[in-house]
């Protein structure tokens, strides 16, 4: 079950197990589904014999970087909505399941149809990120093959799509900071945002493509 503390928000919900000896496979995987049996997270746990337990921040795993709690990234995923989730625990071969029903935050008082949009909001803009992200990436690794001292038109594209991409992910880090605070509809102006940085990775993927 989920649990609070005090006025703070939600911490997590327990996750318990048991081992009667080390696991062969070296690794334990825990993971969450929702009702729909789609994922929201893995999570790592603990391999030594006994009693084990793991704790889910009760957010969805939006990459890879942030389903180990990190700070930036476990405070940007987005919270998932209310209802009961799946939580299997792998070990070789070996799976056992149990549900967790997450509750609301008693402090919020949004409907359940803006809390939903809230959440898929999120999820939108985490993907989007890691679009600019992905896209980065796939920019610096032709910019390596580039020399320092080339400045051609394509090595000056390229350099200028590092930094254009690299802007991208920071400018919607900004947004998902700011939507992911207040649990309402979006602002006008971070709408408009929203938008507008859809259109641009639209943009910088189509001109990237061309000159890598």
């Known amino acids: 079950d989920s649990y609070y503390r005090g006025e703070n928000p939600p911490l997590g919900a327990l996750v318990d197990y048991w081992l009667s000896e080390e696991a062969d496979s070296g690794t334990v995987e825990v993971m969450v589904t929702d009702a729909a049996g789609s994922h929201v997270a893995t999570l790592d746990g603990p391999v030594r014999p006994g009693f084990n337990r793991v704790v889910w921040n009760l957010r969805h795993q939006t990459s890879d970087e942030s389903g180990g709690g990190g700070f930036f990234g476990a405070r940007l995923d987005p919270l998932v909505v209310p209802g009961t989730y799946t939580v299997s625990v792998s070990v070789g071969d070996a799976t056992s399941a149990a549900t967790v029903l997450v509750r609301e935050d008693p402090r919020i008082t949004a409907s359940a149809t803006v809390r939903s949009a809230w959440t898929e909001t999120q999820l939108e803009l985490a993907a989007l990120r890691q679009q600019a992200e992905d896209e980065l ?76």
């Open 137 to 212: 990436e796939l920019v610096r690794g032709a910019l390596s093959d580039v020399e320092d001292d080339d400045v051609s038109d394509r090595a000056t594209k390229l350099r200028d799509l590092e930094r254009e991409l690299s802007e991208l992910s920071g400018r919607v880090r900004r947004l998902m900071g700011d939507v992911g605070g207040v649990v309402a509809p979006l602002t006008q102006d971070q709408a408009s945002r929203h938008q507008f940085y859809i259109g641009m990775m639209e943009t910088l993927r189509t001109e990237s493509s061309g000159v890598r």
